[in-house]
């Protein structure tokens, strides 16, 4: 019974292509995020959802883009995939509230050939 | 820039002895500091966390000391297992809680070897 579950697990796409990650929550948390693992091992927010709402958009391409359809839901696409967006992309969510303890999914690896 | 630094990439220990993961952080208005473990192929877990306003929080062999003068975050397992061998990230909560919108902050991390 997974809390946070992403798939795909693993995705191998081209150059150019337009690919998809799915995030679901089963913990009733009002928050959702995405996180990017790059070769160097930081994790970086890309984005945040408090009830279907963003409310963190960091500094990243406008080629990704966010869904949220309700508040379990939090998808990420990415349009014209780049060398550069190959990384481990984690799915999270919490109840922002005290020290905002994020649960993780397993995360997604993505590779761009 | 990093917000958040752990120096040390790797760090082994014998079983049964202490391990003591560093954390040096530069901005004074983080409220909460974080450590999450991580094991190969799954997501970061939560393992504790403590308030900018204590000093010193301890659940079971997992103890983390803050330093807020130093801006210094550690963590001392006690003692340790192999199975505590994993990556350890530590995280701080961005701003007055009020206004961060829950941005944590992460480390780059320290591998953490565990000997029998």
């Known amino acids: 019974d997974t809390a946070v579950s992403q798939t795909p697990k693993y995705l191998v796409t081209q150059m150019g292509n337009d690919k998809s990650i799915k995030c679901e929550q089963n913990?009733?948390?009002?928050?959702m995020y995405w996180y990017k693992q790059d070769s160097k091992k930081f994790l970086k927010i890309m984005f945040s959802?408090?009830?279907?709402?963003?409310?963190i958009n960091e500094t990243v391409p406008n080629r990704f883009s966010p869904k949220s359809p309700d508040k379990a839901h939090l998808n990420l696409h990415i349009n014209s995939l780049e060398l550069g967006d190959s990384a481990v992309y984690f799915c999270?969510?919490?109840?922002?509230?005290?020290?905002?303890?994020?649960?993780f999914g397993a995360g997604s690896r993505l590779t761009v050939l | 820039d990093q917000q958040v630094k752990q120096n040390s990439p790797s760090l082994s220990v014998q079983e049964g002895r202490i391990s003591i993961l560093n954390c040096d952080y530069t901005?004074?208005?983080?409220?909460?500091f974080l450590w999450y473990k991580k094991y190969p192929a799954e997501g970061p877990t939560f393992l504790i966390s403590?308030?900018?306003?204590?000093d010193k929080n301890e659940d079971g062999r997992f103890t983390v000391f803050l330093n807020k003068s130093a801006k210094h975050l550690s963590l001392h397992i006690v003692p340790s297992q192999p199975g505590d061998s994993a990556v350890y990230f530590c995280?701080?909560?961005?701003?007055?809680?009020?206004?961060?919108?829950?941005?944590?902050?992460f480390g780059k991390g320290t591998k953490l070897s565990v000997k029998p």
């Open positions: 403590i308030s900018s306003i204590k």
């Open positions: 913990l009733g948390h009002d928050t």
């Open positions: 999270a969510s919490s109840i922002m509230t005290g020290a905002n303890v994020l649960t």
């Open positions: 959802y408090n009830n279907k709402e963003l409310i």
């Open positions: 901005n004074s208005m983080f409220d909460y």
């Open positions: 995280a701080v909560l961005r701003g007055p809680y009020g206004g961060s919108q829950g941005n944590l902050i």
